[in-house]
């Protein structure tokens, strides 16, 4: 803890293996060696330390570690509902969920895939496996491409993702509601996950003729906002707006980006509904409606120019050319763009899609059984050897859902099947 302090990570990786070998059931001393492993900040290791953070997170389940409300977490009852609500997991949830994050920064997408995966094992609780397969489906959404002609397989499996996250979900609640009202299906009891759900709906609006389809996924989002982050709230409402739009309904659109922006500022997404705002009140004003100011038309396109939006047509159309907040936001856009050509000359590619990596460049399902490379089997022994031989011994006793119908390893199997 010395040299951790002191920011001396290598040397305090090597204390930490010394107690390792005397004590490999040590979980602090499994916990500081991965964050001075992390702190050294090797960005081709990241996918190294969030399987090694998983470890960790092993064998916090097996010792039942205390949560921050002093409950002891049995590990018998994991997989049955006591311990699945979100943030209830106890010190093993909050290892598990600082692996996720690190996991999220792995450079090489079909790494990052692949630690995923082997993460959403180790989960153990509903609610937990629901958010990891939601990162997955996340996961392929953003390196994947989103059109639907060359993108559809990469968007199935992303939906498949999502739906599993929908699964555990209605599992939990299945588990630990007490009654469902007469006549009240899954939809009306919230047994979904929030943030599947929505971007099952930007999926679903990303297709022709599935506008409707998409807003009964935004408006079963939305009904669980609590779930959904700031960001994720606004998008929702801005998506709805558009939907709504689309279909000739502007009054309904306008109040889905009035109530967007009633929320605080994420960027982006306030920008969109600013300027579909401003598109909204255009159109009214156009169709004759004498209540629009053309002053509330141009700070809406204003307000979206220097919240980070590209200048769009409309706005050009509105402001001007030379209105200053245009320039800016050429001015912006233009160096934007050159920095992008020169990381590209430079090669700076992620290994992502666009590099030739992803899904799209293997045949095999990210929910298929895992085939290792010679590279991935070393990383996995790399992450393992962390614990310095003593805890592979309890990956064979670890209750990750291998073992009993209560655990969550048999809702996965399931899940998977369906």
Not at 2 to 7: E, G
Not at 86 to 95: F, P, Q
Request: contains cysteine; aromatic residues 6%.
């Amino acid at each position: 803890d010395a040299y951790l302090d002191k920011q001396n990570y290598k040397l305090s990786s090597k204390q930490f293996l010394k107690v390792l070998k005397k004590a490999p059931h040590h979980l602090p001393a499994h916990i500081g060696y991965v964050m001075a492993l992390e702190r050294i900040g090797r960005t081709k290791q990241l996918c190294t330390v969030a399987l090694a953070y998983g470890n960790a997170t092993k064998i916090a389940i097996q010792l039942g570690v205390k949560g921050d409300d002093g409950v002891e977490v049995d590990v018998n009852k994991v997989g049955d509902g006591e311990y699945s609500e979100r943030n209830k997991g106890g010190m093993a949830e909050a290892i598990l969920r600082r692996a996720l994050t690190v996991a999220k920064s792995c450079s090489k997408y079909e790494e990052k895939m692949m630690t995923l995966v082997r993460l959403s094992e180790i989960a153990h609780t509903y609610v937990l496996a629901a958010d990891v397969y939601y990162l997955i489906g996340l996961e392929i959404v953003q390196h994947g491409t989103t059109t639907v002609v060359d993108g559809e397989g990469e968007m199935e499996e992303a939906m498949q993702a999502f739906e599993v996250a929908n699964a555990f979900i209605r599992h939990f609640m299945l588990e630990t509601a007490t009654t469902t009202a007469e006549g009240e299906d899954d939809d009306d009891a919230l047994f979904y996950h929030a943030g599947s759900m929505l971007e099952l709906g930007k999926i679903a609006l990303s297709r022709e003729d599935n506008v409707k389809e998409g807003i009964e996924y935004v408006e079963k989002a939305l009904r669980k906002s609590d779930e959904l982050e700031e960001d994720g709230k606004v998008e929702a409402l801005v998506l709805l707006g558009q939907a709504k739009q689309s279909m000739g309904d502007l009054d309904g659109s306008i109040q889905n980006y009035k109530l967007a922006l009633d929320l605080p500022s994420v960027g982006k997404s306030t920008a969109k509904a600013h300027h579909q705002l401003g598109i909204a009140l255009l159109t009214k004003k156009k169709g004759g409606d004498n209540n629009v100011k053309e002053q509330d038309i141009e700070n809406h396109f204003e307000q979206a120019l220097e919240l980070g939006m590209d200048p769009t047509p409309e706005a050009i159309a509105v402001l001007s050319e030379h209105n200053i907040h245009v320039m800016r936001s050429v001015n912006r856009a233009q160096w934007d763009a050159y920095n992008k050509a020169m990381e590209s000359e430079k090669g700076g590619g992620s290994g992502g899609i666009m590099s030739g990596g992803g899904l799209g460049s293997s045949s095999q399902s990210v929910f298929a059984p895992q085939k290792e490379t010679v590279e991935q089997e070393q990383q996995a022994e790399d992450a393992l050897s962390l614990l310095e031989q003593g805890a592979v011994a309890y990956d064979g006793n670890v209750p990750t859902g291998g073992e009993g119908d209560s655990s969550l390893g048999a809702v996965h199997r399931r899940s998977s099947a369906t």
